[in-house]
């Protein structure tokens, strides 16, 4: 198996664009986590997607952030508009069996906005 | 919820020696307490995991302890090598997994 996979996995934007991480999780896995990862705040859940339907979006920071997940192979997180504090180390994770299964971390995507 | 706490956050350890990692926990009904390997520039990798019935479980160089009465679980590499040398992050399952804020573990040749 390939593993989660992630797009980009470097990203370098302005202020005030709007930026999209893409992942693809595990074949066969029916849950799909996106997290932020920094040097302060270590890794956060941002949102949690089981059979494609967001669950828990408890950790998106704001309402420049949002999330999609079309099918059970893809899924999009979105900021819009970006800023610097924004920037950060954003992990996609997948698992078969839910919230409470082992996670399969992607290799992640490092945002820098200017 | 879950306040799970981690040390130390650095290690240095000489090559051959053991390292461990320990972490606590605050939610009594948190039941699934896995380990993750971070190397540079890459995501979190499951090295090992524990569930809550059973009280250690070993996997060649690693092994996982868990006290539920004092709510630690601890991780334990014996015989280091320098590709043990990344970040370590523990982690419980309540509602939602909540990590650890890692150990940088560096293994001196």
């Known amino acids: 198996d390939a593993g989660v996979i992630q797009s980009p996995r470097h990203e370098v934007t302005e202020m005030g664009q709007e930026v999209t991480l893409r992942c693809k999780p595990i074949?066969?896995?029916?849950?799909l986590f996106w997290y932020r990862q920094t040097m302060m705040r270590g890794l956060e859940l941002l949102i949690y997607?089981?059979?494609?339907?967001?669950?828990?979006d408890s950790g998106m920071p704001e309402d420049r952030f949002s999330a999609k997940m079309p099918n059970a192979s893809f899924s999009t997180l979105k900021i819009q508009p970006s800023e610097p504090r924004d920037s950060a180390v954003y992990f996609c994770?997948?698992?078969?069996?839910?919230?409470?299964?082992?996670?399969?971390f992607g290799p992640g995507t490092r945002l820098t906005v200017l | 919820g879950e306040n799970v706490e981690q040390h130390p956050s650095t290690l240095s350890v000489q090559e051959g020696d053991s390292a461990v990692i320990k972490c606590t926990y605050s939610d009594s009904a948190s039941n699934y307490f896995p380990w993750y390997k971070q190397e540079l520039g890459k995501g979190p990798q499951l090295i090992i995991d524990?569930?809550?019935?059973?009280g250690e479980k070993k996997d060649q160089r690693i092994a996982v302890t868990l006290n539920k009465t004092a709510k630690h679980f601890s991780l334990h590499i014996t015989e280091t090598q320098p590709e043990d040398s990344a970040v370590y992050f523990c982690?419980?399952?309540?509602?939602?997994?909540?990590f650890g804020t890692g150990t940088s573990l560096t293994v001196i040749p």
């Open positions: 982690a419980a399952l309540s509602n939602q997994f909540y």
């Open positions: 074949s066969g896995h029916n849950s």
């Open positions: 994770a997948s698992s078969y069996g839910g919230r409470g299964d082992t996670q399969y």
């Open positions: 524990i569930r809550s019935n059973v």
């Open positions: 997607f089981n059979n494609n339907v967001p669950i828990d």
